[in-house]
């Protein structure tokens, strides 16, 4: 009898610590589908994501797509081949993604969203999206652009990569808003890629044609603004002075610049959304229900502002 209680009280030791082991190891398995590294707001979110990850227990499945919608469609295959728990998906652009994500509804994979929507035909495609106000973002940089020409002038627009939810709603909240001043003419708008590189090059081009008619810039995001503010100095104008700078973000860099007196607003738009993506990818594979939309906490920075806030900035 008692050789028999032994026997069991070890067994039970044994069961106990499987289970224990078991449950130490079994981790949540997240693939991110990035879009690339186009922009230093792109590389603080990618960032804040494998730094959230880790900090929350969560195996990370990381694919860099260089900004090519097929090599995110190909990510997401390989992660539903790999049976990851949640897939979170930063889309290239708005459109092309029903079939793939038909393909994790299929495998019960819950996809969430991240800082770009997307247009589906089934909303339950994806469980939420974790990520800014667009169009507000887009109707605010106008209103700032109103205040900064005093309703009057002439203005030029940068836009993002063509096709993705940030260019299509940054463009139509600033342009519905801007209506609204019928003494600020659009001269031009074209898209720059969200790049530096490209923010300059497309700048220059309207510097070449329109030179000292430019009054005020809008950009969608602050990395094109950058560039754009080498084109403007190089052409022999002050920016931020000659040509009033509005641009989306919130990047370290646009701060430096207002800081500077060569930019004058940035409207911000979060990129530090991995502890949000990981308490959400948490929820999913528990089986609990999120909001359709989870929105980041942003701001308005001012030049008169700018010195104060760069110490502040993460990214």
């Known amino acids: 009898m008692k050789i028999s209680k032994i026997l069991l009280t070890a067994l039970m030791g044994i069961m106990l610590f499987s289970v224990a082991a078991n449950g130490a190891t079994k981790k949540i398995v997240l693939g991110f589908a990035q879009i690339g590294a186009e922009s230093g707001w792109r590389t603080a979110e990618t960032a804040?994501?494998?730094?959230?990850?880790?900090?929350?227990?969560?195996?990370?499945?990381?694919?860099?797509?260089q900004q090519k919608q097929e090599n995110q469609i190909k990510a997401i295959r390989s992660f539903i081949a790999q049976k990851v728990d949640v897939i979170a998906l930063a889309p290239v652009?708005?459109?092309?993604?029903?079939?793939?994500l038909q393909e994790a509804k299929k495998a019960k994979i819950p996809v969430i969203i991240v800082d770009r929507t997307i247009k589906v035909k089934d909303q339950s495609l994806y469980a939420t999206f974790v990520g800014s106000d667009f169009p507000l973002e887009g109707k605010n940089a106008a209103i700032e652009m109103a205040k900064l020409l005093n309703g009057k002038g002439n203005i030029v627009e940068?836009?993002?990569?063509?096709?993705?939810?940030?260019?299509?709603d940054r463009l139509k909240g600033f342009a519905d808003e801007i209506a609204k001043s019928p003494n600020i003419k659009m001269l031009a708008s074209q898209s720059g890629d969200f790049t530096i590189a490209k923010g300059k090059e497309v700048m220059e081009s309207f510097l070449?044609?329109?030179?000292?008619?430019?009054?005020?810039?809008?950009?969608?995001?602050?990395?094109?603004?950058?560039g754009a503010i080498q084109a403007i100095e190089e052409f022999g104008l002050k920016p931020g002075v000659d040509i009033k700078i509005v641009s989306i973000d919130g990047v370290r860099?646009?701060?430096?610049?207002?800081?500077?007196?060569?930019?004058?607003?940035t409207v911000e738009c979060n990129p530090l959304l991995g502890p949000q993506i990981m308490d959400t990818a948490k929820k999913l594979a528990a089986g609990q229900s999120v909001p359709k939309w989870i929105k980041s906490n942003e701001g308005i920075y001012r030049m008169n502002t700018a010195k104060k806030e760069l110490p502040k900035r993460k990214y």
């Open 253 to 265: 860099g646009i701060f430096e610049a207002m800081a500077a007196g060569k930019a004058n607003v």
């Open 48 to 65: 804040s994501v494998k730094s959230a990850a880790k900090a929350a227990g969560i195996t990370l499945k990381f694919s860099d797509a």
């Open 93 to 100: 652009v708005e459109s092309g993604w029903d079939t793939v």
């Open 208 to 226: 070449k044609k329109y030179g000292n008619k430019i009054n005020g810039l809008y950009a969608h995001n602050d990395d094109m603004a950058l």
């Open 158 to 168: 940068l836009q993002g990569t063509v096709g993705s939810s940030a260019q299509v």
